[in-house]
């Protein structure tokens, strides 16, 4: 009974400390981020935002699902539509990293003062290279996923 008891402990405890592992890493590789053109625009004056996911080199994604749409109150908003989602090559703090733009929303406020822009919320799984290797010696790659959601962005609009 003993025996199965540290068994069943050594198990769980390797999976969390992998599992803290896994979202270390990814918090470390996948960034969200809203971008917006201007944030002290006039009244009636039209900004866009532009959605990022940026992931790092050694970082696969094998896909994202939007669990919650940004909300624009006082603005009037109109999406973007992308043709396609194209990599490309950026910067994210100072490092390199590949990013893909995929969603764009152009905004025109329709009153002044301090307005938020609330987040966007996604689900996102990256595909992490483990210490397994496949049959060819490569890494095989573990998915991992993790709810991700740009911060709170505020527009401070004059007359």
Do not use: C
């Amino acid at each position: 009974m003993f025996s199965k008891f540290i068994a069943f402990f050594l198990v769980t405890l390797s999976s969390s400390v992998f599992q803290t592992e896994a979202d270390d890493k990814f918090l470390e590789s996948v960034h969200l981020v809203a971008e917006v053109s201007n944030t002290n625009p006039k009244k009636g004056e039209a900004i866009t935002v532009v959605y990022k996911l940026y992931v790092s080199h050694d970082v696969g994604i094998s896909g994202w699902e939007e669990l919650k749409e940004p909300t624009y109150a006082k603005f009037d908003s109109e999406n973007i539509e992308l043709e396609t989602v194209k990599v490309e090559k950026g910067n994210y703090k100072g490092k390199p990293y590949r990013y893909v733009i995929f969603r764009k929303t152009n905004l025109i406020p329709t009153d002044i003062g301090s307005l938020q822009i609330e987040p966007l919320q996604l689900k996102v799984t990256a595909d992490f290279p483990s210490k397994e290797k496949n049959v060819f010696g490569m890494p095989e790659l573990k998915p991992h996923t993790k709810t991700l959601q740009t911060n709170t962005i505020t527009v401070n609009v004059k007359s």
